[in-house]
């Protein structure tokens, strides 16, 4: 079993629209979250960490549901600039991330 | 503020021959220092990872190696590449005592023919 799944999309988003999507972790343990963007060709970008309360940083919103070892990023309002790879990260020993395979996201116009 | 360098942006090697990829940090000390591989249509695989100078862990074995000579300075190589190694490489650093997520480097795109 992968530490980290996603589904690996591709989500196509109607510009305007909302989309969500998940991420499960196995390791329970686990203390730090983060959402990544990656677009095509180039390097990963950190998105945003996630929070135990949930946290919204403008037209994102991220959770964690720790019980069911779930992460969740909610993209309200969608850019054509939103279209991207978005890999979930969880935090392991050593300061350890385990990244996701990622989730693609194609917003049309 | 912190930096990251990463080169060659591209690289295309024949089988066999050897490799060497730099990565710097900039403007901190004693960071973690990581590199992962991504192959195409690929999730990240880490491969090394260092918590100081001289020390390395190694994720995969393989024909790969890294080097940390100088506490921002990390060093991937290969002696001999092999068709399998293509893959876009990526250095990233951390903050030693936070749990804080990664910066990653532009990368370089490896293509061994």
């Known amino acids: 079993r992968k530490e980290v799944e996603q589904d690996p999309g591709p989500f196509n988003v109607p510009e305007g629209a909302t989309v969500a999507f998940n991420c499960t972790y196995s390791n329970s343990a686990s203390q730090s979250f983060f959402w990544y963007r990656q677009d095509c060709r180039k390097e990963p970008k950190l998105l945003m960490s996630v929070y135990s309360s949930g946290n919204e940083d403008g037209r994102f919103t991220a959770q964690l549901n720790r019980a069911s070892q779930y992460i969740s990023l909610l993209i309200r309002d969608s850019k054509l600039s939103d279209s991207a790879t978005y890999l979930c990260v969880v935090g392991g020993s050593w300061g350890k991330l385990q990244f996701g395979a990622g989730t693609q996201v194609v917003v049309t116009p | 503020s912190q930096t990251i360098h990463q080169w060659p942006a591209t690289l295309v090697q024949p089988v066999g021959s050897p490799l060497s990829l730099e990565c710097t940090v900039e403007?901190?000390?004693?960071?973690?220092l990581y590199w992962y591989r991504q192959a195409a249509g690929r999730g990240l695989q880490l491969l090394f990872y260092s918590v100081g100078i001289g020390q390395i862990s190694s994720e995969v074995p393989q024909n790969l190696s890294a080097s940390r000579p100088q506490d921002r300075q990390f060093i991937l190589s290969s002696k001999k590449l092999l068709l399998s190694d293509s893959g876009f490489y990526l250095c990233?650093?951390?903050?030693?005592?936070?749990?804080?997520?990664?910066?990653f480097g532009s990368g370089t795109r490896l293509t061994v023919v």
């Open positions: 990233a650093w951390t903050f030693r005592d936070r749990a804080l997520g990664y910066t």
């Open positions: 403007g901190t000390s004693n960071p973690n």
